[in-house]
């Protein structure tokens, strides 16, 4: 368990001599502590027990009565405890997308949603499909970014996959099988070496699906049409096809009841929050907030999509920000992209008070399982946890825009009800609190392919 991430403070990107700092040792997780940095008292386990929860050194050390003392102890009575959430689809922009957003706005909104890791995808200007630009954008994040954070490579036909995966990639995409905003398609043939390569490196490969037909775009209506979901499960069959070597797959973004069962048995399969609370006949016809791909679909697509809710692997936001002025243009010329991390676990949460979901389900699909997918050490509630925490009233308000944080400025979830957080831990420091943001100690995750130089 030791090396596993990077303390940021310690890289310096350009000469990658990165310092990993081994932090838990089977004895030090297990040991009984003398004292702890944070003990949260009274937090309902999820499997009903109440406990006290220490933490010293970013790591869990202590779950069961009250250990020793503490320098400081947040009761947590009568709020939902919960391991904080890993986003693993998220456009960070920056660069010179800053207008849109840029690591320091959306890391505070993510956050102020409860996820405390991102993982940024490569569809940036320039794209990051050269190990310079990777090892750039691990830098730009680390200068700015208040939340720990991971970085994928991207995939067109000539990226050097296995150069890539040594600078610390931690997946390779979403690799474009249909072009979307700041992502070219690649074709099959290419698709079919990008996995060959992937797969010698033992690396994720995370998949955009999409299939698009030719026409005019001028609606939500025909966005949906254009880029449709027979298309979509089409897309997954044939990207299925191209994986002659079996490398691990996974489907970004996943928004038809059909295409979740298209990839069963193919790979690992994510659901946006947009695809599950929002359809395109709660917007007006050619109200662009709404273009996103894959689009938003039909009321009835939506309930399909929840009536699927036990297939899906992972809840990711695919947080794609871009500003007021973009989206104000004629539908055709819109970006699509709609922003979505710090509404995410909420708008879940929301969803279990309506007694919709449980809640395990909710730590399952945002923290665990990607964890689990991408090799980041779990957050949760044992010795030997990342200390990443996040803790909820039991109480939804109406997402209102004004209140969050993304650089954008609006959301197509205005209005929806959503229970945000009280209080965030990352690495066992509060970093949000009250609508406050404090210093912490982020971390980078990279791949398991990293060999620092
Ligand atoms: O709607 C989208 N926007 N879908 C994507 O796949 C990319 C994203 C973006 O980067 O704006
Ligand atoms: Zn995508």
Same mark, same amino acid.
């Given at each position: 368990?030791?090396?596993?991430?990077?303390?940021?403070?310690?890289?310096?990107?350009?000469?990658?001599t990165?310092?990993?700092? /081994?932090?838990?040792?089977?004895?030090?997780?297990?040991?009984?502590p003398?004292?702890?940095?944070?003990?949260?008292?009274?937090?309902?386990?999820?499997?009903?027990?109440?406990?006290d929860?220490?933490?010293?050194? =970013?790591?869990?050390?202590?779950?069961?009565?009250?250990?020793?003392p503490?320098?400081?102890?947040?009761?947590?009575?009568?709020?939902m405890?919960?391991?904080?959430?890993?986003?693993m689809h998220?456009?960070?922009?920056? !660069?010179s997308?800053?207008?849109?957003?840029?690591?320091?706005?959306?890391?505070?909104?993510?956050?102020? =949603? !409860?996820?405390?890791?991102?993982?940024?995808?490569?569809?940036?200007?320039?794209?990051?499909?050269t190990?310079?630009?990777?090892?750039?954008?691990?830098?730009?994040?680390?200068?700015?970014?208040?939340?720990?954070?991971?970085?994928?490579?991207?995939?067109?036909?000539?990226?050097?996959?296995?150069?890539?995966?040594?600078?610390?990639?931690?997946?390779?995409?979403?690799?474009?099988?249909?072009?979307?905003?700041?992502?070219?398609?690649?074709?099959?043939e290419?698709?079919?070496?990008?996995?060959?390569?992937?797969?010698?490196?033992?690396?994720?490969?995370?998949?955009?699906?999409?299939e698009?037909?030719?026409?005019?775009?001028?609606?939500?209506?025909?966005?949906?049409?254009?880029?449709?979901?027979?298309g979509?499960?089409?897309?997954?069959?044939?990207?299925?096809?191209?994986?002659?070597?079996?490398?691990?797959?996974h489907?970004?973004?996943?928004?038809?009841?059909?295409?979740?069962?298209?990839?069963?048995?193919?790979?690992?399969?994510?659901?946006?929050?947009?695809?599950?609370?929002?359809?395109?006949?709660?917007?007006?016809?050619?109200?662009?907030?709404?273009?996103?791909?894959?689009?938003?679909?039909?009321?009835?697509?939506?309930?399909?999509?929840?009536?699927?809710?036990?297939?899906?692997?992972?809840?990711?936001?695919?947080?794609a920000?871009?500003?007021?002025?973009?989206k104000?243009?004629?539908?055709e010329?819109?970006?699509?992209?709609?922003?979505?991390?710090?509404t995410?676990?909420p708008?879940?949460?929301?969803?279990?008070?309506?007694?919709?979901? /449980?809640?395990?389900?909710?730590i399952?699909?945002?923290?665990?399982?990607?964890?689990?997918?991408?090799?980041?050490?779990?957050?949760?509630?044992?010795?030997?946890?990342?200390?990443?925490?996040?803790?909820?009233?039991k109480?939804?308000?109406?997402?209102?825009?004004?209140?969050?944080?993304?650089?954008?400025?609006?959301?197509?979830f205005a209005?929806?009800?959503?229970?945000f957080?009280?209080?965030?831990?990352?690495?066992?420091?509060?970093?949000?609190?009250?609508?406050e943001?404090h210093?912490?100690s982020?971390?980078w995750? /990279?791949?398991? !392919?990293?060999f620092p130089?």
């Open positions: 368990m030791s090396n596993w991430f990077i303390r940021i403070e310690n890289l310096s990107v350009h000469i990658m990165a310092i990993s700092m /081994p932090i838990c040792s089977g004895e030090k997780a297990c040991s009984m003398s004292s702890c940095a944070i003990v949260l008292r009274n937090v309902s386990l999820p499997e009903g027990r109440v406990a929860i220490g933490v010293m050194d =970013g790591i869990v050390t202590h779950v069961g009565a009250a250990g020793g503490a320098d400081r102890t947040i009761d947590c009575t009568g709020l405890v919960l391991p904080a959430a890993v986003d998220v456009h960070m922009r920056g !660069g997308q800053s207008a849109k957003e840029d690591w320091a706005s959306g890391s505070r909104s993510a956050l102020a =949603g !409860g996820v405390t890791v991102v993982v940024d995808q490569p569809n940036t200007i320039p794209p990051i499909t190990p310079d630009a990777l090892c750039a954008r691990v830098f730009e994040a680390k200068s700015h970014s208040l939340c720990s954070f991971a970085i994928n490579s991207g995939v067109t036909f000539d990226t050097p996959v296995k150069a890539m995966w040594s600078v610390g990639a931690m997946a390779f995409g979403e690799t474009f099988y249909a072009p979307s905003s700041y992502g070219e398609a690649i074709t099959p290419e698709l079919t070496t990008a996995l060959r390569e992937i797969q010698s490196c033992c690396a994720l490969a995370t998949i955009h699906a999409e698009i037909a030719s026409g005019e775009d001028h609606d939500l209506s025909s966005h949906d049409r254009l880029r449709s979901c027979s979509e499960v089409q897309a997954v069959r044939d990207v299925g096809r191209c994986n002659t070597v079996g490398c691990r797959l489907f970004c973004h996943m928004s038809t009841h059909a295409s979740i069962t298209a990839a069963a048995g193919l790979g690992s399969v994510e659901v946006t929050p947009h695809h599950l609370f929002l359809s395109r006949e709660q917007f007006a016809p050619e109200d662009t907030l709404g273009k996103v791909n894959p689009p938003l679909r039909s009321e009835q697509e939506r309930k399909n999509l929840w009536g699927v809710w036990d297939r899906i692997d992972i809840i990711a936001s695919d947080h920000p871009h500003t007021s002025g973009e104000q243009v004629p539908f010329k819109a970006p699509s992209g709609i922003p979505g991390v710090e995410m676990v708008l879940l949460l929301a969803a279990v008070l309506e007694k919709k979901i /449980p809640l395990a389900d909710v399952r699909k945002t923290s665990q399982a990607p964890a689990e997918l991408l090799g980041i050490p779990l957050a949760g509630f044992a010795p030997g946890n990342r200390a990443d925490f996040s803790l909820y009233p109480t939804a308000v109406p997402i209102d825009p004004d209140m969050l944080h993304s650089r954008c400025g609006y959301s197509p209005g929806l009800p959503a229970v957080p009280r209080t965030v831990i990352l690495g066992g420091d509060v970093v949000y609190d009250e609508g943001f210093p912490g982020p971390a995750f /990279p791949g398991k !392919g990293f130089r």
